[in-house]
Each structure stands twice: as structure tokens, then as C-alpha cells.
């Protein structure tokens, strides 16, 4: 019989981050190791080992693991994943290049588009078509597939996606040529795109279904090696993972669902910024990752996990539902270089976990921003990850002073510089999302959390005029305590676009209870774990002559109501509420259909802060900023008790991060162990 903990793991590329969960006590322990590419599963399995034995439990006592990964994100932006074809309708191959015929730049006469993850040697077109009503117009012929897979497969592919012209309103030619390639390749893994994703719009539907085949060969196989180890260690309790759209989903149905992971780690963070904010009585909170690749940035307003089906990808759109999540190449390992007119730039490329940073001692030789952490003296290069892993100073100064040489600066002053930097390209990140969520940010509270989130946190609030930080008790592990919160969560679209006064609404419900009864059978084996499911119906709907759709919440009295203005009515409602005016007049259309099942998970609060330690004693660095070198006070974090406050500059150290403290900001210490720093007027 499984014990009462959970087990939550978090992969990045440069740490793996574990937190487990006595369910009973709610006494929580965190651990952090190095991640070790291109076999990550022996970090994840050595982040659990260690985080057992430090609390002496037994594997055969674990509930449940919960695992979220980058692995199918850093496949994308990386591009290693599968060698792949793309079967796609007479006519349409160049629909990966065409995309949405728009430039990265258009002020940049010099912008290159991006180069799609098939190229176009790799694209085969097949007679077939289908018309927008779902009406064949040119029927499917089996030699015509037969022919196309065997030249891509000739070609070296392993996998391939499919992706016909209007197959959302008629799927029955790709589902016809899933079986011929199938039959005569059955090695070769398949995608088809009114399987994955059945929306309208061409070039996302065709990118969505290209990035699920291109990630599935190795999501797939991580999976199956994952559980292979976690069995040897007599691991106990099923293997969950987390999901792009901020849920979690047990790894038998992930790997049929492949895609579904490509923003798996950034979400978990998310989650758990939820739950920090409603129990902090946060209302408006920006969530700042900083990891060792890079940070991601997500906007919270009310507690709430914000979502899109606009999300991107590098350079590609994701329509899946997914916690609304930006990313920056600003993270510690991120490396600092000079462009061509002597400009101090940083990132987007990552030292990752090997070599690492110059300071780590791996061969590494670039300057990197944790080099510059350490350089500048905010690290303390005895006590990086708990003493785990020593860090070098003189291999971090060696790193920048092959820089600086090229510039007027010192190498303390270019250290800065590259944190100023840094900073810079936050900002970036920052004001993009300001401006598409039309807030300001200075109402809002920095959340920092990540290995470098809570070291960086005052640098990025100074510029952008927030007078409020939180860190929680263990940051550097924040995103492996977020998979443990994380709800079980299914969706589906489908594209209909009808006008919504001609849909008979018993249609509209028979196709929501068939996808609920369908996810309800796939949650059967967790239901013992859950406190409930429950379904929740949407759909995308516009006016007619519209280009963007508005998604409106449809309740079972709408569905199975008698009102006169049956879908209209809503719609109008929402697009008033949305835009400060409607105009009943205009027919209404509605596009696509969704649902999302629900099945809650039991959680456990943040746990308040037991007895407080003696009073803290610290030691001192010498610390490098704005300009000048001066004596500044560091804490360990364990010996902060309940109420204590300090007022900066002052350095606190754990195992997982440091937080600096800059002058002018005060910090005190709150009954849950999160730090609280707010900025004193001048």
C-alpha cells in the first residue's frame, strides 16, 4: 500500500529540482541537483534518491510522482528532435514556409524568416481534397500515399505528420492515410492533424501537428526509460506529467498525447504562483523564473492561472491551450559576448549544464551571468547549491577579463554590466506583456522564484518602478512544488463555423457530453485521488465579417435552455463586457467549440513556519554594484525566524538560490517563511 508522500520533479537544463509532500503532516523537503543531458532520467533519479534519503523515507512509500520537463520545449528551440515528413494536400506544400506571410521585423531590411522544422525537401503532396463544407471534392487514392511515404521514408524520416486541406471539418482522408503508412512503414511514427488539433486556421493547425510529431519519437522514449529507472528503485505510485494548459496528466495518456508537454515546466511555476498569491492575499502578481537557460514570465491578476491558444513557441504559434507564459534568453547560464559595434549583449545562448559557466570548472570559457553573480561577490562560492558544487572565482574572472580586454572597462565593471544587461532583456519580456495585457506593472508584485529569480529580483523591480518583491521559502524548487498542485486537465476543439442561430443546441450538447464521457473514462483509474470533475464549455465566436474570435462561457442553461437568443445572447453579453459595446444586429458566428475536464486533485495550504530558530547571525561579502565595492551583511535563510526584517543591502543564502536585498528595500520574513521586500521611499 503507497505511503502518504508525494513527489514532485522539475527538469531544467541546467538543475533538476525535486520537492516532496507528506499529504498527511504537510511537512514539505526540496532538493536540487544537476541536470545531466542527454540522459536526463539519472538527474531525476538522483534529485529523488537524495531528497529520500535526507528525510529517510522509503520509495515503496510514495503516492504519486509528478514530473514536469522541458524536454519537448528544448527540443523545438534546440532543434533535435525527430527526423520528420509532412504529407499535406496537391498544391498546399509550401504551407510551412508561406506561414502567415508575415516578417519577424518589418522594420529590419536584413530579418530572415524562420526556417520551419521540415524542410522543404522533406514535404511530399498527395491528390486529395477536401472543400471547406466537408464535401470530397477529389477522393484519397492509397497508391498516391504509398508513393509519398516511401520517398520520405527513402529520405531518412522517422516520423511523420499529416496534414490535409479542411481535414477539421472531415477527417476521413488523414485518418485513411495513417493506416497506409502505418501498414507499410510500421515503424514510423505518425501525426495526424485532425487527431491532434482539429481547429481552422491551416498554418497553425499544420504547425501544431509538425511540432507534436517532431517531439513525440523522444518524449516518448524519455517516458518509457524514466519509468524504467523509477521501477528499479522500486519507486512507488504511478507517474504523472505535467501539461502545457497548467494541469497534469498520467504518463500512459501523455505519451499519446505527446504535444500536450511543450510548456510542461514553465506551467508548474505558474500553478504554484496561484496559490502563493491567493494565500498571500496578492491580487496582482508577476511571476519571474529566472533558471539557468532562461526566464519566463507570466501575469497574474486575482489568483488566477492566466491562459492563451496564442501562445508561441521560438518562432512558431502554439494553439493548444497553455498557460499563458513568455520566455526570455536571460538566464544564469546565459552567455555574455560583444556584438559587432562593441555592445555588451547576453543570450540567447545558453552554457547550459555542461560545460556550464566559466566559474563551474567544466572547460567552460565564456562569461556567463552567473559568472557575473560571482565576480560581482553576490554568490558565495563556498555554499552554491548547498556546497554541493564548488564555484571557481578565478575562472569567472578569467572569463570576463577576456571581455573586458575588449573594452574600456574594468572586470568588475563589465561583471555589472552584464546584469545590467540581463536586466535589459527582462524588460524586453516584461513590456511585451504589459502591452498585451493593458496593465501597469508598477501595481504589481515581483513573485521571483528559479535559481536566479530571487538574485536578479531587485535589479528588474528598480527599473520597473515595483515597490513590492516576494520569494518563497524554496525558489530554486518552486516549479517541482508546483507539478504537486497541479489538477488533472483534458481538452479538446472543434472547429464548426456555423452562425450560431443555426445550431441546434441538442447537436452542441451531444458533442460536449461525448468528449465528457470520454475524459471521464480516461480519469477513471485516478478518481479515488480526486475531490471531483467537472466540465468546462466554451467556444470561439465573432461577428460575421470578423477575422479574431472572442471565446465565450457556455453554462447548461444556455445549452439546454429555450431562450430566444440562444448562442447570440452571451456572445453579446461578453464582446460588451470585453470592449464597451455590442451591436445585436450583427449576426453572430460561432467557430470553434472547446472543453476542458477537470479533475480536481486534494491540496494542502502553504504550511506556516513551526518553531523560530535562535537569532541569525551573519557574515560578510564584498559585494560589487552600482559602481562601487562595499561590506554587505549575508544570512543564511534557514536561520530567519517568523517576523525578522532587516533593512538592505543585505545577502541571503539557501541551498537552491540567493536573494539579494539592494539598498533601499526593506525585508521581512512572514509566517509562511516567504520573504517580503518592499521598497522605502527616497
Known amino acids: 500500500m503507497p505511503g502518504p508522500y508525494m513527489i514532485g520533479v522539475d527538469i531544467g537544463g541546467t538543475f533538476t529540482d525535486v520537492a516532496m509532500l507528506d499529504a498527511e503532516t504537510g511537512e514539505q523537503w526540496f532538493g536540487k541537483t544537476e541536470s545531466t543531458p542527454p540522459g536526463f532520467e539519472a538527474g531525476v533519479v538522483k534529485g529523488i534518491t537524495g531528497v529520500l534519503a535526507q528525510t529517510g523515507r522509503s520509495p515503496e512509500d510514495c503516492a504519486g510522482f509528478v514530473h514536469g520537463t522541458t524536454l519537448a520545449l528544448n527540443a523545438i528551440l534546440?532543434?533535435?528532435?525527430?527526423?520528420?515528413?509532412?504529407?499535406?494536400?496537391?498544391?498546399?506544400?509550401?504551407?510551412?514556409?508561406?506561414?502567415?506571410?508575415?516578417?519577424?521585423?518589418?522594420?529590419?531590411l536584413y530579418t530572415q524568416k524562420p526556417v520551419p522544422l521540415v524542410r522543404r525537401q522533406f514535404v511530399a503532396e498527395v491528390a486529395e481534397r477536401v472543400l471547406g463544407s466537408g464535401d470530397v471534392l477529389t477522393p484519397l487514392r492509397e497508391e498516391a500515399v504509398r508513393e509519398a511515404a516511401?520517398?520520405?521514408?527513402?529520405?531518412?524520416?522517422?516520423?511523420?505528420?499529416?496534414?490535409?486541406?479542411?481535414?477539421?471539418?472531415?477527417?476521413?482522408?488523414?485518418?485513411a492515410a495513417v493506416e497506409i503508412v502505418q501498414r507499410h512503414h510500421p515503424t514510423v511514427s505518425v501525426s495526424r492533424s485532425s487527431e491532434v488539433w482539429p481547429e481552422i486556421r491551416e498554418y497553425e493547425r499544420a504547425m501544431v501537428t509538425v511540432?507534436?510529431?517532431?517531439?513525440?519519437?523522444?518524449?516518448?522514449?524519455?517516458?518509457?526509460s524514466l519509468q524504467e529507472r523509477?521501477?528499479?528503485?522500486?519507486l512507488a505510485g504511478p507517474l504523472h506529467v505535467t501539461t502545457s494548459n497548467g494541469g497534469m496528466l498520467p504518463a500512459r495518456l501523455v505519451k499519446e498525447r505527446p504535444g500536450t508537454t511543450l510548456l510542461s515546466g514553465p506551467a508548474a511555476g505558474v500553478i504554484a504562483s496561484a496559490q502563493l498569491s491567493e494565500t498571500c492575499g496578492i491580487d496582482n502578481v508577476l511571476a519571474l523564473d529566472i533558471g539557468g537557460t532562461s526566464a519566463d514570465i507570466a501575469v497574474l491578476t486575482k489568483a488566477q492561472i492566466p491562459y492563451s491558444t496564442e501562445t508561441r513557441i521560438g518562432d512558431f504559434p502554439l494553439i493548444f491551450p497553455s498557460v499563458d507564459v513568455s520566455s526570455v534568453g536571460a538566464g544564469g547560464g546565459s552567455i555574455a559576448r560583444l556584438?559587432?559595434?562593441?555592445?555588451?549583449?547576453?543570450?540567447?545562448?545558453?552554457?547550459?549544464?555542461?560545460?556550464?559557466?566559466?566559474?563551474?570548472?567544466?572547460?567552460?570559457?565564456?562569461?556567463?551571468v552567473t559568472d557575473a553573480y560571482l565576480?560581482?561577490?553576490?554568490?558565495?562560492?563556498?555554499?552554491?547549491?548547498?556546497?554541493?558544487?564548488?564555484?571557481?572565482?578565478?575562472?569567472?574572472?578569467?572569463?570576463?577579463?577576456a571581455l573586458a580586454r575588449q573594452t574600456r572597462y574594468s572586470e568588475r565593471e563589465l561583471a555589472e554590466g552584464v546584469l545590467r544587461v540581463a536586466t535589459s532583456n527582462l524588460l524586453v519580456g516584461v513590456a511585451r506583456a504589459e502591452a498585451h495585457k493593458g496593465i501597469d506593472i508598477r501595481e504589481f508584485t515581483l513573485l521571483a522564484y528559479g535559481g536566479a529569480g530571487p538574485t536578479h529580483a531587485c535589479f528588474l523591480a528598480e527599473e520597473l518602478a515595483i515597490r513590492r518583491i516576494a520569494v518563497p521559502p524554496s525558489p530554486g524548487t518552486f516549479c517541482a512544488w508546483g507539478s504537486l498542485l497541479a489538477d488533472f486537465r483534458l481538452d479538446w476543439a472543434?472547429?464548426?463555423?456555423?452562425?450560431?442561430?443555426?445550431?441546434?443546441?441538442a447537436e452542441l450538447s451531444a458533442w460536449y457530453a461525448e468528449r465528457e464521457a470520454q475524459g471521464r473514462e480516461l480519469l477513471a483509474a485516478e478518481r479515488a485521488t480526486l475531490d471531483g470533475i467537472h466540465a468546462l464549455r466554451s467556444a470561439d465566436m465573432r461577428y460575421r465579417g470578423q477575422g479574431h474570435n472572442l471565446e465565450v462561457s457556455l453554462t447548461h442553461d444556455v445549452l439546454h435552455g429555450d431562450d430566444a437568443n440562444g448562442l447570440s445572447g452571451p456572445f453579446h453579453r461578453r464582446y460588451h463586457d470585453v470592449y464597451g459595446t455590442s451591436?445585436?444586429?450583427?449576426?453572430?458566428?460561432?467557430?470553434t467549440a472547446r472543453l476542458t475536464l477537470v479533475g480536481r486533485t486534494r491540496k494542502r495550504p502553504l504550511r506556516e513556519v513551526g518553531v523560530p530558530p535562535a537569532a541569525p547571525t551573519a557574515r560578510t561579502r564584498e559585494v560589487f554594484v552600482r559602481g562601487h565595492a562595499s561590506t554587505v551583511p549575508a544570512f543564511a535563510r534557514r536561520d530567519l525566524n517568523v517576523g525578522w526584517q532587516y533593512r538592505g543591502p543585505c545577502l541571503i543564502d539557501q541551498l537552491d538560490s540567493t536573494t539579494f536585498v539592494q539598498p533601499g528595500w526593506h525585508v521581512h520574513v512572514d509566517q509562511y517563511g516567504i520573504l517580503h521586500l518592499e521598497h522605502e521611499p527616497a
Open 78 to 108: 534546440t532543434r533535435s528532435g525527430a527526423r520528420l515528413g509532412l504529407l499535406t494536400t496537391e498544391g498546399f506544400g509550401d504551407v510551412l514556409e508561406i506561414g502567415r506571410l508575415q516578417m519577424p521585423d518589418p522594420f529590419n
Open 150 to 175: 516511401a520517398r520520405l521514408v527513402g529520405r531518412g524520416v522517422d516520423a511523420i505528420a499529416i496534414c490535409f486541406i479542411n481535414a477539421y471539418k472531415n477527417p476521413t482522408h488523414e485518418i
Open 211 to 224: 511540432m507534436h510529431a517532431y517531439v513525440a519519437p523522444k518524449v516518448r522514449t524519455y517516458l518509457d
Open 230 to 234: 523509477v521501477d528499479e528503485m522500486r
Open 339 to 368: 556584438d559587432n559595434m562593441g555592445v555588451i549583449k547576453v543570450g540567447p545562448s545558453s552554457a547550459g549544464a555542461v560545460p556550464g559557466p566559466a566559474c563551474y570548472g567544466r572547460g567552460g570559457t565564456s562569461p556567463t
Open 375 to 401: 565576480a560581482t561577490g553576490i554568490l558565495d562560492p563556498e555554499n552554491f547549491l548547498g556546497g554541493q558544487l564548488r564555484l571557481r572565482p578565478e575562472l569567472a574572472r578569467e572569463a570576463l577579463a
Open 494 to 505: 472543434q472547429t464548426i463555423h456555423r452562425p450560431a442561430a443555426e445550431m441546434p443546441l
Open 583 to 591: 451591436d445585436p444586429s450583427v449576426p453572430v458566428e460561432l467557430v
